[in-house]
Structure formats: C-alpha cells, structure tokens
Nanobody, 126 residues
Framework: QIQLVESGGGLVQAGGSLRLSCGAS????????TAWFRQAPGMERQFVAG????????MYADSVKGRFTISRDNAQNTVYLQMNSLKPEDTAVYYC???????????????????WGQGTQVTVSS
C-alpha cells in the first residue's frame, strides 16, 4: 500500500510563491505516473501538473503553464510542485496522486489514479 502525504501549503499574497511536497511511503514512486490536482470550494477536482511513466513526459494545465513546475527527487521519494506568480484563482486544496499502471502519456483524469494524499490548503490573497 502506498501512502502519500502533502505539505507546504499556506497563505500567500498574490505574486508570491510556494513549494508543495508530496512524500510517498510504502513503495518507491520513481517510475509511477504522479500528478497534482486541485479543488476549489464548490468545484470539481482538476488536473494541475503531472508526470507520465518514469517521468518521461510532463504536462501542465493551461492555467498554470509558465508559473508552476513539477519535479521529483527519487532519492527522497518525493514529488514537488513549485508555484510562482500565484493568483487568487489558484486558491484551492492541492492533492497529489499516483497511478500504479503504466501510461506513456500524462493522465489528467482523477479516476485513473489509484492513490491520493489528504490534501494541503493553498490560499492566495489579493
């Protein structure tokens, strides 16, 4: 069983930065497709950024391109989301997710992921 734990959320002013971390335990996550999603109040959970199998490809939602960067540290079994130039509309609970099945392309739908963290709140004030 894989457990994912997010951290790094908080309150930041518009234009600021945060780095989210997703630590995994139970199995190395080096090859598994992993992604970040977010969910604002009253909204569906939406894809933010992700890796395909073995980090071969990355993809970003149009709304975060050029501002967010997904990365991983295999030695630490951790995936990161660096968020720069934050906007109030980035306010949401951010979740990391892991898919245990191979995929050559980045998967952007929630039902394709098998393991989820508990989420970390990001609030951007204007």
């Amino acid at each position: 069983q894989i457990q994912l734990v997010e951290s790094g959320g908080g309150l930041v002013q518009a234009g600021g930065s945060l780095r989210l971390s997703c630590g995994a335990s139970g199995r190395t996550v080096r090859n598994y497709p992993t992604a970040w999603f977010r969910q604002a109040p009253g909204m569906e959970r939406q894809f933010v950024a992700g890796f395909a199998w073995a980090g071969s490809n990355t993809m970003y939602a149009d709304s975060v391109k050029g501002r967010f960067t997904i990365s991983r540290d295999n030695a630490q079994n951790t995936v990161y989301l660096q968020m720069n130039s934050l906007k109030p509309e980035d306010t949401a609970v951010y979740y990391c997710a892991l898919r245990k099945i191979y995929s050559a392309a980045v998967v952007t739908t929630t039902d394709e992921y098998d393991f989820w963290g508990q989420g970390t709140q990001v609030t951007v004030s204007s």
